[in-house]
C-alpha cells in the first residue's frame, strides 16, 4: 500500500507565473484537503475535494483552485503567482470526509521570485 | 473562525524527562482536537486525538488533556526520547461550518540524549 504521494518536490516560479502540484492519494481513499503552510505556520486549509466535487474552502482567493480525478489523485492550480504564494504546499488524503483521518504527503516547496 | 495558539515556538527537554506542549483555542465546539507530529522533510503525521467530551486521552507515552473552561490543551510525553523531536502541531475544529480543522503555529521539540 502506497503512502500520499506529491510532486515536483521543490519548484521556482516567477511572479505572475502559473504552477500545477499534483497528488497521489493513498489507496483506497476518496478525499483529498490541500493546505498551506507558510515559513514559521501551521498548515492553513485551501479546500477539499471529494468523489471529484469541491467540498468546503478555506480563505483563499479563486486563483486557487483544483481538480480531482477518478482515481482520486488532485492537483492543486494557482494562477497570477504573487511572492506571498512561497509555502509548502501540503496534500491529504482520507477515506471519508473526517479530516481526523487524513495522511499529508510530504509536500511541494514553491518558492515564488 | 476558531484561533489556536501554540505560544512556544520551541522546547527542548533532556532526554527521559517529561515533554509538555501547550495549545490555546478560541472557540469552543463539539468535536475532536488533534495533535500532528512533523519530521523535516516529511508531511505532518496524526499522533493522538481527543474528543470534547473527555478531558484526557493516553496512548502509550503520549497523553493529551484537554480543559474546556479554559480551551486549552496540553500533550505530554513521558518519558521524552531523541526520536520525539519534532515539530508538534495542535489542530482545533473550525466553526465555519466546513469540514476542516484550524492548525496552531507548531511548537519544535527537542530531546537532548
Known amino acids: 500500500e502506497t503512502g500520499v504521494t506529491q510532486s515536483p518536490t521543490h519548484l521556482i516560479k516567477t511572479r505572475g507565473q502559473q504552477v500545477t502540484l499534483r497528488c497521489s492519494s493513498q489507496s483506497g481513499h476518496n478525499t483529498v484537503s490541500w493546505y498551506q503552510q507558510a515559513l514559521g505556520q501551521g498548515p492553513q486549509f485551501i479546500f477539499q475535494y471529494y468523489r471529484e466535487e469541491e467540498n468546503g474552502r478555506g480563505n483563499f482567493p479563486p486563483r486557487f483552485s483544483g481538480l480531482q480525478f477518478p482515481n482520486y489523485s488532485s492537483e492543486l492550480n494557482v494562477n497570477a503567482l504573487e511572492l506571498d504564494d512561497s509555502a509548502l504546499y501540503l496534500c491529504?488524503?482520507?477515506?471519508?470526509?473526517?479530516?481526523?483521518?487524513?495522511?499529508f504527503g510530504p509536500g511541494t516547496r514553491l518558492l515564488v521570485l | 473562525d476558531q484561533q489556536v495558539k501554540q505560544n512556544s515556538p520551541s522546547l527542548s527537554v533532556q532526554e527521559g524527562r517529561i515533554s509538555i506542549l501547550n495549545c490555546d483555542y478560541t472557540?469552543?465546539?463539539?468535536?475532536?482536537f488533534l495533535w500532528y507530529k512533523k519530521y523535516p522533510a516529511e508531511g505532518p503525521t496524526f499522533l493522538i486525538s481527543?474528543?470534547?467530551?473527555?478531558d484526557k486521552n493516553e496512548d502509550g507515552r503520549f497523553t493529551v488533556f484537554l480543559n474546556k473552561s479554559a480551551k486549552h490543551l496540553s500533550l505530554h510525553i513521558v518519558p521524552s526520547q531523541p526520536g520525539d523531536s519534532a515539530v508538534y502541531f495542535c489542530a482545533a475544529p473550525s466553526t465555519s461550518g466546513t469540514y476542516k480543522y484550524i492548525f496552531g503555529t507548531g511548537t519544535r521539540l527537542k530531546v537532548l540524549a
Open positions: 472557540n469552543s465546539m463539539f468535536d475532536y
Open positions: 481527543i474528543s470534547s467530551i473527555k
Open positions: 491529504a488524503s482520507s477515506p471519508g470526509l473526517e479530516q481526523e483521518t487524513q495522511y
